[in-house]
């Protein structure tokens, strides 16, 4: 008897795990979309940055995704914007919110291109400016909005801790940052980034 019931609970565990393996998002869609938007629009059609903000910034949400072979290539924490300026966000630690105006220290859900590399003040002092390609993100550019790292970002998951807030910025690790500029260095065209939430 005691047998059964210790098989019981294995089952009940090992059916659980595959539960919660089967629930992990799927991102298909966003793939074959953001294919499309290179191909149509003159992008680096090899590869392209997707950052998902509804995950716990704790856990990895920043993903270079390969067109060619279907597959993620690289992952690592991001952070978001503290978005507290124009109204209280209790929540900002664990929820991005996401806001376009000036002075909003939100993230910017939409997708962006990805531009000049820049000298930054940050973590391995490389910056990419970030263009706004939507009405979501059209003010990227003057609110300095980039791509670039900070050393208080870690280089590996910390759930159920949460990673440092930003004014609206992607900030990677340093040691993730240096991976992501040898890459886009790379790039003879645009490389698309986005943001979704």
Same mark, same amino acid.
């Given at each position: 008897?005691?047998?059964?019931?210790?098989?019981?609970?294995? !089952?009940? =565990?090992?059916?659980?795990?595959?539960? #919660? $393996?089967?629930?992990? *998002? @799927?991102?298909?869609?966003?793939?074959?979309?953001?294919?499309?938007?290179?191909?149509?629009?003159?992008?680096? !059609?090899? =590869?392209?940055?997707?950052?998902?903000? #509804? $995950?716990?910034?704790? *856990? @990895?949400?920043?993903?270079?995704?390969?067109?060619?072979?279907?597959?993620?290539?690289?992952?690592?924490?991001?952070?978001?914007?503290?978005?507290?300026?124009?109204?209280?966000?209790?929540?900002?630690?664990?929820?991005?919110?996401?806001?376009?105006?000036?002075?909003?220290?939100?993230?910017?859900?939409?997708?962006?291109?990805?531009?000049?590399?820049?000298?930054?003040?940050?973590?391995?002092?490389?910056?990419?400016?970030?263009?706004?390609?939507?009405?979501?993100?059209?003010?990227?550019?003057?609110?300095?909005?980039?791509?670039?790292?900070?050393?208080?970002?870690?280089?590996?998951?910390?759930?159920?801790?949460?990673?440092?807030?930003?004014?609206?910025?992607?900030?990677?690790?340093?040691?993730?940052?240096?991976?992501?500029?040898?890459?886009?260095?790379?790039?003879?065209?645009?490389?698309?980034?986005?943001?979704?939430?």
């Amino acid at each position: 008897m005691k047998f059964n019931i210790l098989s019981l609970v294995f !089952i009940f =565990y090992s059916c659980q795990n595959t539960v #919660s $393996i089967a629930q992990s *998002k @799927n991102y298909n869609s966003y793939h074959q979309e953001a294919f499309d938007y290179c191909k149509q629009n003159n992008f680096d !059609i090899g =590869y392209y940055i997707l950052i998902d903000l #509804s $995950i716990h910034s704790g *856990k @990895n949400r920043f993903f270079v995704y390969d067109f060619n072979d279907k597959k993620v290539l690289l992952q690592n924490l991001v952070t978001h914007g503290s978005c507290d300026q124009y109204q209280e966000n209790p929540s900002k630690w664990q929820k991005a919110k996401f806001d376009n105006r000036i002075d909003s220290h939100c993230s910017m859900k939409g997708k962006f291109k990805i531009g000049k590399r820049d000298y930054s003040a940050w973590g391995i002092h490389v910056k990419y400016w970030l263009h706004g390609l939507e009405t979501t993100n059209k003010e990227a550019v003057q609110r300095v909005v980039v791509l670039h790292s900070w050393s208080e970002v870690d280089n590996q998951e910390i759930y159920p801790n949460v990673s440092p807030l930003s004014w609206g910025c992607p900030a990677v690790s340093n040691e993730f940052m240096k991976r992501i500029d040898a890459k886009l260095k790379q790039s003879k065209k645009p490389v698309l980034l986005w943001i979704i939430g």
